[in-house]
């Protein structure tokens, strides 16, 4: 990897705390009386004072935050935003190289154009008067496009297939069920259809919610860590990128109150019939974009940079909950208002209007890296 394209012109900032000089104030102070018929000698000691101040520490840093997505294309532009309004200072290195290394340069965007085919690593921090005890590093494979569909001769796909021996466990069980629009009845009395590995389908509706439990937590391991299945299907004549898909966010939380969602893209331009095709190389970190019999992967390192990761709220390698929340591809449906955006703000679109079984349909979440079970 050319060490030029990851290595920017370094902005000097001294990290060190700022040291007020002491003060010394030494006073000499002396008498000596002669002695006299009857004079007792009297003497004074010199005395010395010693102060020193120094300033207080400098306030921790505020950290700037950025979509992370575990592949992402080349023609994205990541924009780094801050709590506090400071300066950002980004750097990019090799995927393999020492953080401690890394030159910055202050910059809130980051074109991704020139890191085509490469794993980088991108570190961004604040360049306020303060101290980056802790930083944004996230790591991305940079493509031209998003892969395309499994199971055929030459495909780029990381889609895991229900029957791969990389499955160790599945959903147990499920907890806030609020069914969307557009499902009936007889899908949604049987919420546990989705559980297990079985493959059975439970549509959420449009804009529906639905939370799957484990009994063994999912952990952040090597590589991605679980799968979400749905049972979108190629059309005949179709390319073989081009997908039926119906689209949902995923979002994961290790005490099942607290949840933070996984960043996704769409390029998609523009909106889907009812039952048309899209082509699933514009989408990344969405659940859906893979056909039935193919769950979409998730790495729970894509999380470490969100604020309740960072502050210990979620346990990456305790999750106990995983949330589906169905993405609607039109804006002001079912409520007005309701809008599905992307990480980067576009809208997302997927095949709408769909009826009686509408929206997201859930076919299962497999486990990929499971937490070690405690010894009894």
Same mark, same amino acid.
């Given at each position: 990897m050319a060490s030029e394209k990851l290595t920017h012109t370094t902005v000097p900032r001294s990290k060190a705390l700022v040291l007020i000089p002491a003060i010394v104030a030494v006073s000499l102070l002396g008498a000596c009386t002669p002695n006299g018929p009857g004079t007792p000698a009297t003497t004074?000691?010199?005395s &010395?004072?010693?102060? =020193? &101040?120094t300033a207080s520490p400098l306030p921790v840093c505020e950290v700037p935050e950025a979509p992370v997505l575990t592949l992402i294309r080349s023609n994205e532009v990541l924009t780094f935003t801050i709590a506090d309004g400071s300066p950002i200072e980004l750097a990019v290195i090799a995927s393999d190289a020492d953080p401690g290394d890394a030159l910055y340069e202050?910059?809130? &965007?980051?074109?991704?154009?020139?890191?085509?085919?490469?794993?980088v690593r991108v570190l961004a921090r604040s360049g306020g008067d303060c101290d980056p005890e802790v930083i944004f590093d996230a790591t991305y494979d940079v493509r031209a496009q998003m892969p395309k569909r499994p199971g055929v001769a030459g495909t780029d796909s990381v889609a895991v297939a229900r029957s791969s021996g990389s499955v160790v466990g599945w959903a147990t069980g499920y907890e806030d069920f609020v069914p969307g629009a557009d499902v009936t009845s007889n899908w949604t009395n049987n919420p546990g259809a989705a559980l297990g590995g079985a493959g059975g389908l439970l549509p959420i509706g449009n804009g529906g919610r639905i939370t799957l439990t484990f009994g063994t937590p999912i952990a952040n391991g090597s590589g991605y860590d679980f799968a979400v299945f749905e049972n979108g299907f190629f059309s005949p004549g179709t390319s073989e990128t081009m997908l039926f898909a119906e689209l949902a966010y995923i979002e994961v939380s290790s005490n099942g109150t607290d949840f933070v969602r996984f960043d996704s893209a769409s390029q998609q331009p523009t909106s889907v019939g009812a039952f048309a095709s899209q082509d699933v190389r514009l989408l990344s970190g969405l659940a859906g974009r893979e056909p039935a019999n193919y769950g979409s992967v998730f790495?729970? =390192?894509?999380?470490?940079?969100k604020a309740a990761v960072r502050n210990g709220t979620v346990d990456l390698d305790h999750i106990t909950h995983v949330r589906v929340v169905d993405i609607v591809g039109a804006r002001d449906y079912p409520n007005a208002g309701d809008t599905y955006l992307d990480s980067f703000g576009r809208d997302i679109y997927d095949a709408h209007k769909t009826t009686g079984s509408g929206g997201y349909d859930l076919a299962g979440i497999a486990v990929l890296n499971q937490a070690p079970v405690a010894a009894e």
């Open positions: 004074t000691t010199s &010395t004072s010693t102060t =020193t &101040t202050e910059a809130s &965007t980051l074109s991704l154009a020139a890191y085509e085919g490469q794993v790495d729970l =390192t894509a999380l470490a940079n």
